[in-house]
């Protein structure tokens, strides 16, 4: 079975500061990467798939990259609608998300 | 405009069955994959499995192979997910989730809760 991991568990930042989070896989998924965006009580929200490409309607600000076993997501200027958990997701064999890494404001 | 429009809330005792609908509009039902996902209070998602709406072939966690059923109602439109055998660990709000190929999970349904109590 395909292992995900993600870190940092939470990133505290700054309004229109660059954040990153990253996304390890424990063997070669090639670039079948996923990145959902959640808040709380609402369904996940499609951002990136296939570790790069960028979902129709999604701001600009977010972008994927990545083969392989590692994989970043970065928001390029922290805005405050950004607040949730991000997700990577792993479409290689079956599928596995990742932890979450929860973005707050500092 | 697509739509996934999940059964209300369950309340389950331990040892009983629950059966999710997810019914889908805006788009052609047998085109796309539907999936199940699942999220326990404060954790994260979950993927439980797949059902192919054209030919009802179906792909588990396998975690869940021994008690989750995947189905689909093409006249209606409908997907849906049955969990036996329930505990408290299987209290959770439960996605389904409509897949893009070789895209992604592009869109969800509100999510249905599901509470295992005695």
């Known amino acids: 079975d395909i292992q995900m991991t993600q870190s940092p568990s939470t990133v505290s930042a700054s309004l229109g500061d660059r954040v990153t989070i990253t996304c390890r896989a424990s063997?070669?998924?090639?670039?079948?990467l996923a990145w959902y965006q959640q808040k709380p009580g609402k369904a996940p929200k499609l951002l990136i798939y296939?570790?790069?490409s960028l979902e129709s309607g999604v701001p600009s600000r977010f972008s994927g990259s990545g083969s392989g076993t590692e994989f970043t997501l970065t928001i390029s200027s922290l805005q405050p609608d950004d607040v949730a958990t991000y997700y990577c997701?792993?479409?290689?064999?079956?599928?596995?998300f990742g932890p979450g890494t929860k973005v707050e404001i500092k | 405009q697509v739509q996934l429009v999940q059964s209300g809330a369950e309340v389950k005792k331990p040892g009983a069955s629950v059966k999710v609908s997810c019914k889908a509009s805006?788009?052609?039902?047998?085109?796309?994959?539907m999936h199940w996902v699942r999220q326990a209070p404060g954790q994260g998602l979950e993927w439980m499995g797949w059902?192919?709406?054209?030919?009802?072939?179906?792909s588990y966690e396998k975690k869940f192979q021994d008690r989750l059923t995947l189905s689909r109602d093409t006249s209606t439109s409908t997907a849906y997910m049955e969990l036996s055998s329930l505990t408290s660990d299987d209290t959770a709000l439960y996605f389904c989730?409509?897949?893009?190929?070789?895209?992604?999970?592009?869109?969800w349904g509100l999510g249905t809760l599901v509470t295992v109590s005695s």
């Open positions: 063997q070669s998924i090639v670039y079948w």
């Open positions: 997701q792993q479409y290689n064999t079956y599928w596995t």
């Open positions: 296939k570790a790069s």
């Open positions: 805006g788009y052609v039902f047998t085109d796309y994959f």
């Open positions: 059902i192919n709406p054209k030919n009802g072939i179906t």
């Open positions: 989730a409509r897949v893009r190929p070789n895209v992604a999970l592009d869109y």
